[in-house]
């Protein structure tokens, strides 16, 4: 799984990085026995990713200039503040 490429991003980065835009195997299965979104397990552990990209020593390098400008651009498709149950 690449990610970068030797002039910057690649240009799929967005949908390698974009976990809850994927097909969810219980979202498929329809959430049997009413079990929780993958989606809401999701939310800690990318939040914590999230937050370590942004902490000032890494911030600070120049190769993840490109990273965290998409991320801070893309934003709202990479966290969404909400998500639909199916």
Known sequence: LSLMAP?????DFLDKVDVFAGELTC????????QPCDR???CVPVLSLLVSLFQ???SSDAAMAPVLRMIEEHQDRLFPP????R
Do not use: K, N, Q, W
Not at 82 to 85: G, P
């Open 7 to 11: 002039d910057g991003i690649t240009p």
């Open 27 to 34: 979202c498929s299965r329809a959430h049997p026995d009413a």
């Open 40 to 42: 809401e397990m999701l």
């Open 56 to 58: 000032p020593h890494r």
């Open 82 to 85: 909400t998500f639909v149950y």
